[in-house]
T-cell receptor, first 114, second 112 residues
Framework: SQTIHQWPATLVQPVGSPLSLECTVE??????LYWYRQAAGRGLQLLFY??????ISSEVPQNLSASRPQDRQFILSSKKLLLSDSGFYLC?????????????FGEGSRLTVL | QQPVQSPQAVILREGEDAVINCSSS?????VHWYRQKHGEAPVFLMI?????EQKGHDKISASFNEKKQQSSLYLTASQLSYSGTYFC?????????????FGQGTILTVHP
């Protein structure tokens, strides 16, 4: 069966520090991968989307970046965190497009920037 | 373009019914519904693809109107386990193929 893992689960970082969140998917090949952010009490905002290795689409201009070095690995990074980067980050995957299938979410990474 | 959900919050007692709406100003290719428990990841409930479609399992069902601009989620005889935030996600197709845009969420609280 397919599983998705994110880490770390929680982290507290000072403003200006770097960030690296990692996500891996098991049990499937060539998934579409996504990074979403959820600010406290808010909805889900799509940050990045990838259909294959090295292929990244950015949905919102910001100081974050994403990379997909391997088929089932998706990494969210920042060189210098801002206070506004605090939130709940969710990695997700889907089989091909979402026109007929569901989005599977990881457990999430809660980031607090102080 | 973000879909609009209403109401923003609902408070129920066990056994009561609720309806959550999701609207867009333009026709949608499909609508997804998800539920998120506090501090957890969202979980898929169902997807509607066709205008006029209705789906459901157990006591949770949803509809997609003929013009494909509005979807409603129906929770019947609510249980404590229904509490959480409900999100609709819309997929417009074309250049936005493969990307869901979520509404702001509806917080549902069920009390004993």
């Amino acid at each position: 069966s397919q599983t998705i893992h994110q880490w770390p689960a929680t982290l507290v970082q000072p403003v200006g520090s770097p960030l690296s969140l990692e996500c891996t998917v098991e049990g499937t090949s060539n998934p579409n991968l996504y990074w979403y952010r959820q600010a406290a009490g808010r909805g889900l905002q799509l940050l990045f989307y990838s259909v294959g290795i090295g292929q990244i689409s950015s949905e919102v201009p910001q100081n974050l970046s994403a990379s997909r070095p391997q088929d089932r690995q998706f990494i969210l990074s920042s060189k210098k965190l801002l206070l506004s980067d605090s939130g709940f980050y969710l990695c997700a995957w889907s089989v091909l497009g979402l026109d007929t299938g569901e989005l599977f979410f990881g457990e999430g990474s809660r980031l607090t920037v102080l | 373009q973000q879909p609009v959900q209403s109401p923003q919050a609902v408070i129920l007692r066990e056994g009561e019914d609720a309806v959550i709406n999701c609207s867009s100003s333009k026709a949608l290719y499909s609508v997804h519904w998800y539920r998120q428990k506090h501090g957890e990841a969202p979980v898929f409930l169902m997807i509607l693809l066709k205008g006029g479609e209705q789906k459901g399992h157990d006591k949770i069902s949803a509809s997609f109107n003929e013009k494909k601009q509005q979807s409603s989620l129906y929770l019947t005889a609510s249980q404590l386990s229904y509490s959480g935030t409900y999100f609709c996600g819309t997929l417009r197709g074309g250049t936005s193929y493969g990307k869901l845009t979520f509404g702001q969420g509806t917080i549902l609280t069920v009390h004993p």
